[in-house]
Nanobody, 126 residues
């Protein structure tokens, strides 16, 4: 059984930094995409960053250059380094994993197959 669990959220002032961590287990096969989603009140959950089996990364425009996704221990941990945080980054952040051996581009078509963490709150004050 695949399980993912986040840690590392918190409150910072605008311009500050946070690191989110995700511990993953049960990813037995190659071909999993892992990523970070976020959701704020009144908004849909959105994909923030993803990384595929080959280490290719993708970011939404609003975090490009500020956030970095990485997997220091091949599928067992996932990090999101968030720098120059803005109040609009305030949200609950979710670690996620899904089996997509051809890359993460079609993740929105596989949300029903996604494994989710419980979420961790990030609050950025102005």
């Amino acid at each position: 059984e695949v399980q993912v669990m986040e840690s590392g959220g918190g409150s910072v002032e605008a311009g500050g930094s946070l690191r989110l961590s995700c511990a993953a287990s049960g990813l037995t096969y190659e071909g999993y995409c892992m990523g970070w989603f976020r959701q704020s009140p009144g908004n849909q959950r959105e994909e923030v960053a993803s990384i595929d089996r080959d280490g290719n990364t993708n970011y939404i425009d609003s975090v490009e250059g500020r956030f970095t996704i990485s997997q220091p221990t091949a599928r067992k941990t996932l990090l999101l380094d968030m720098n120059t945080l803005r109040p609009e980054d305030t949200a609950t952040y979710y670690c996620a994993a899904v089996f997509l051996p051809n890359g993460c581009g079609d993740w929105y078509r596989a949300l029903h197959l996604t494994y989710w963490g419980q979420g961790t709150q990030v609050t950025v004050s102005s």
